[in-house]
């Protein structure tokens, strides 16, 4: 019985060894759903302490005139490659990640921002002119992609957001962010996700300086 | 006798599991037949460059096995990454933005271009070479090895480009994949590792060292490295005969370590450049000087 047990796990744990590299479930054939969905609020999970969301001030509205997708490959958003963890590794096997539209994948994050307290159009702003906390922003994809490393998926999404203000100036930034996740099992909507999380961090790097911009407050200069 | 009885289908899939491990550590070099080397046609090169950037990451590839591998090193692996990610978030922005203007591809294709125009030593007769910006779904790229039978032989270089932690130097590591005579097999299968320094100073230093001139030094090494991963498998399925011994320096995620194996002979390599292959065949053009 006792041999019978340790056949059981060894072929267990073999099991897991053998199917844990060959668990690709990347669809070639099914691009990525371009979904996007905010992540919850710190707090909001049932095992989290309650913590104060982050809410803007005073309320700001911001005017998404356009929303361009600038990127030089539009149609992959990454890759699942397999390299062992060795000096002299070299990937054994790419996957490629199709994407899809990502101009309203980029719109629908930038709407979310109505979350932290802004109220977030997608038109351009009024022919009159902005008024005072009133913002126009053309927003740019510059980059979105997503891959694997160890056990964990890894997203960096970069956003180019010019800002118009009231009176017609403008200001120019790029924000960038990360996500990462654990990786069970290479699926499409794994990548999605980190991908969204990676979205959501760069609109989340934006939303600080709108605020700014709201509050009449200049930008900080960018990182050298 | 029951739990002997019993446990045969175990003792079975214990059997086959055991062999499908024992097959995924086997060598990975296949070197390419004399009969198939002397036959060799012309060859469509195809690099497949799947990245849309730099991948940096919190934790590179490897910690595992550095705490000692198995599940709970990559489980811890695993959290440590998700925990720092975030906090390198503004740092990997700094780096990569940048960047951002630079396409790999994009000097791959001028590079391969060059190669086009001057050829190869050793030759290797190119018929056609791309960089691709993802791998081929599996349909296409079966045809395309089926179209060996009658037509040129298939090259798929599978490329991986990087900014080793700390920004000291640049590296690609490539598998090629040769297919020829129609055969579902590759003839040759290797790997190469191709490395230039590029660091020295803080990181908005190297990072604009890169970029200035329009990122000139960037889009050179990004060609370089093309120009000499075609040239170590050009060398390799040529047959070019083992030299002496030779080392260099070589950076692992962020670490200088020295490293060497027998060298490749090669008649036309400039000095900078340390041609070798390691105890697993794996080649490596590596350079010891910042150019």
């Not at chain 1, 897991?16 to 609020?41: K, Q």
């Not at chain 1, 700001?60 to 356009?66: D, E, G």
């Not at chain 1, 913002?135 to 890894?154: I, M, Q, T, Y």
Request: glycine share 8%; net charge positive.
């Amino acid at each position: 019985m006792t041999r019978l047990r340790l056949h059981h796990a060894a072929v267990l744990v073999l099991l897991a060894g053998v199917l844990t590299p060959l668990a690709h479930a990347v669809d070639e054939n099914e691009p990525l759903s371009m979904v996007f969905e905010s992540s919850p609020e710190p707090g909001q999970r049932p095992d989290e302490a309650p913590v104060p969301a982050f809410r803007i001030a005073q309320r700001c509205t911001l005017f998404v005139a356009r929303v361009d997708d600038i990127r030089r490959n539009k149609s992959h958003m990454g890759n699942l490659t397999r390299m062992l963890p060795t000096v002299h590794a070299t990937p054994r096997r790419v996957e490629s990640l199709r994407g899809g539209d990502a101009v309203p994948w980029v719109r629908d994050a930038l709407l979310a921002t109505r979350r932290y307290g802004f109220d977030t159009l997608a038109e351009a702003p009024p022919a009159a002119g902005l008024a005072r906390r009133q913002l126009g922003a053309e927003v740019s994809l510059r980059l979105a992609h997503a891959w694997s490393v160890d056990l964990n998926l890894v997203s960096h999404v970069a956003i180019k957001v010019d800002y118009r203000l009231p009176g017609g100036a403008t200001v120019s930034r790029q924000y960038h962010g990360m996500g990462t996740r654990a990786n069970w099992a290479s699926a499409n909507g794994e990548f999605m996700t980190v991908l969204n999380l990676g979205l959501e961090e760069a609109v989340r790097g934006m939303v600080n300086d709108a605020e700014r911009l709201c509050d009449g407050r200049p930008l900080p200069p960018e990182a050298p | 006798m029951r739990a002997s009885t019993s446990s045969r289908p175990w003792r079975a899939m214990l059997l086959v599991l055991c062999s499908a491990l024992l097959a995924a550590c086997a060598p990975f070099h296949r070197s390419i037949g004399a009969a198939e080397r002397a036959k060799l046609p012309e060859v469509d090169v195809r690099v497949v460059v799947a990245q849309e950037s730099f991948m940096f990451s919190a934790q590179p590839p490897g910690a595992a096995a550095a705490l000692g591998g198995g599940m709970i090193g990559a489980l811890i692996d695993s959290s440590v990454q998700q925990a720092r990610q975030k906090e390198m978030s503004a740092e990997v922005g700094a780096t990569v933005g940048p960047l951002l203007d630079y396409d790999y591809r994009t000097e791959a294709g001028i590079a391969l271009g060059e190669i086009g125009a001057t050829g190869l030593y050793p030759p290797l007769r190119i018929a056609s070479a791309q960089v691709l910006p993802a791998m081929p779904p599996k349909a296409q790229h079966e045809a395309r090895i089926a179209a060996t039978r009658n037509g040129p032989a298939y090259l798929v270089l599978l490329l991986q480009y990087a900014l080793e932690p700390g920004l000291g130097a640049f590296t690609t590591r490539t598998t090629a994949l040769l297919w020829q005579d129609g055969g579902s097999e590759p003839v040759y299968r290797a790997g190469a590792i191709y490395q230039s320094p590029i660091g020295g100073g803080t990181r908005p230093t190297v990072v604009r060292r890169l970029v200035a001139n329009d990122g000139q030094a960037l889009r050179a090494v990004m060609r370089d490295s093309v120009a000499q991963t075609m040239r170590l498998f050009a060398l390799d399925i040529a047959g070019a005969r083992a030299g002496p011994v030779k080392t260099g320096r070589f950076n692992v995620n962020g670490t200088w370590v020295v490293i060497g194996g027998q060298g490749i002979e090669d008649t036309q390599a400039g000095p900078p450049r340390v041609l070798f292959r390691d105890e697993d065949k794996a080649l490596y053009s590596i350079r010891s000087t910042v150019p």
